[in-house]
């Protein structure tokens, strides 16, 4: 039944002679690389599509080769090196996320047990017990490349976005956490072959815990939206990407964590960001969308869909559909401040999350026998009456008296270094305040109380016009 499936298990590793291991290294290493290249292509392409502008199509056919060609401009710019910096630490620290990165695709199911020159094993470098933990601690090794970075620079603003940096990617690491642990509880392995043949459809490990056993694919997209949501925004914060790219906010940290960085060394930050989006699009499709299984319309008319090599198709086809997402949020959303990003890791994804694996826990303990279909159902919809409860009788916050610009201003020492005002209001400019004064006398008039009324509604008027 298994050579009939193609499904390949932990036992099917560790078998393979070196010179297919070596192989798989490089064809890993190799589509790592070519989808930096085409990624970054794909993106100036869609984003400029978006723009309504023709983007990239002068070197190469459909400027295909103008993101080699500014790589090979990138190596050849001169190599600066701060006086400040710490020459080992700014030498080795853009390599740490590439390397860390690439590392992770070691783990990620390419396709099924194939056939290589006569040996079956599987399209998969390697795979253990605790692979999906192996991704995860490779994402966390990332954030010393970046703060190393900042920190051996010598310099105060890639230092100050190598803090913010690791604050935000440790912060949306635990959110990324939680949103996996949702899936081990539901496939009963961490190993991401495992978890790819939880989502074949039927299996008692995944739609059980409802009572359901469909015979489409059990995409845990679907199963565990809640998770699956989570994560993906994580997994946005996580290659700070916009509108989560704030280590690189030019506004108030001139380029972050790589400012003083050119030549090769930036071209390695650049790069890593790619393949963080890479790895995390692999990840995504691999726990959360059937890995390299064909969707469920395929796979109803054609039995074969998921053998021999087609599965890489349909992996790559995800694993693009989930880039196009990447760069379509960019090319849409502004970037957020950094209070409101902290705010939405910490007291939104976290809680919810949390609530989210406390009810799927419960709804895996009610799966015992005990528990029968009324007294199941019951105990769900108390569960719900008593969050709609909660809901209801909170109480409201009351909101805080908001104060004007010039109190604000006016209670600061002086002498104080200006700061902006908390509301984002701006204060007039001195030509909009001569502009008034210009309008002022023609609108007062001689005529009592009355006149003076409506004087200083039109005052009040051309304020809020200029």
């Keep these: 039944m298994r050579f009939l499936t193609q499904d390949p298990t932990l036992a099917d590793f560790g078998h393979d002679p070196w010179w297919l291991i070596l192989l798989k290294i490089v064809v890993a290493f190799i589509f790592g690389m070519s989808m930096i290249l085409l990624g970054v292509w794909f993106e100036r392409r869609v984003v400029a599509r978006m723009a309504v502008r023709p983007g990239l199509n002068q070197v190469g056919p459909f400027g295909l080769l103008q993101t080699l060609a500014d790589g090979i401009k990138g190596i050849l710019k001169e190599d600066l090196l701060p006086r400040t910096a710490d020459k080992v630490v700014f030498f080795f620290a853009p390599t740490v996320p590439a390397i860390f990165a690439l590392t992770a695709l070691s783990v990620i199911p390419f396709g099924p047990m ?9 399209l998969q470098v390697t795979d253990v017990p605790v692979a999906v933990l192996v991704v995860l601690a490779c994402s966390a090794m990332g954030i010393y490349g970046i703060v190393l970075g900042g920190w051996a620079s010598g310099s105060t603003y890639p230092l100050l976005g190598g803090l913010r940096s690791s604050a935000q990617m440790i912060s949306y690491e635990v959110a990324m956490g939680l949103s996996i642990v949702a899936v081990f509880m539901t496939a009963g392995t ?8 939880a989502q074949a459809g039927g299996s008692e490990a995944s739609w059980s815990i409802f009572g359901w056993h469909p ?3 059990s995409w845990y997209a679907i199963l565990l939206i809640p998770s699956f949501l989570i994560f993906v925004v994580s997994a946005f914060g996580e290659t700070n990407r916009a509108p989560f790219d704030l280590p690189e906010a030019e506004t108030e940290l001139v380029a972050g964590y790589m400012t003083e960085y050119s030549s090769i060394k930036f071209l390695l930050y650049l790069l890593s960001e790619y393949v963080a989006m890479v790895v995390m699009s692999s990840i995504i499709a691999t726990m959360f969308l059937g890995g390299w299984r064909a969707p469920w319309p395929i796979t109803a008319f054609w039995s074969g869909a998921n053998s021999g090599w087609w599965p890489l198709l349909w992996f790559l086809a995800k694993v693009v559909l ?3 997402i990447f760069v379509w949020v960019r090319a849409t959303l502004p970037r957020l401040r950094y209070d409101q990003f902290m705010k939405l890791g910490w007291k939104v994804l976290l809680p919810v999350n949390l609530i989210w694996i406390l009810l799927l826990g419960g709804l895996r303990v009610m799966q015992d026998e005990q528990f029968s279909g009324r007294n199941r159902w019951l105990i769900i919809g108390g569960a719900v009456v008593a969050v709609l409860l909660v809901a209801l009788l909170w109480p409201a916050r009351k909101a805080e008296p908001k104060t004007t610009l010039e109190e604000q201003m006016s209670a600061r020492p002086s002498g104080s270094f200006p700061l902006p005002p908390l509301d984002l209001q701006v204060p007039p400019s001195p030509r909009a305040k001569r502009v008034v004064a210009e309008r002022r006398p023609a609108n007062v008039t001689a005529s009592g109380a009355g006149s003076g009324q409506v004087a200083d509604a039109d005052t009040d008027a051309d304020e809020k016009e200029v």
């Design 114 to 122: 194939v056939s290589i020159f006569g040996v079956q094993t599987p």
């Design 190 to 197: 961490m190993s991401t072959s495992g978890i790819v043949a």
């Design 215 to 217: 015979t489409v694919p």
């Design 322 to 324: 989930l880039l196009f």
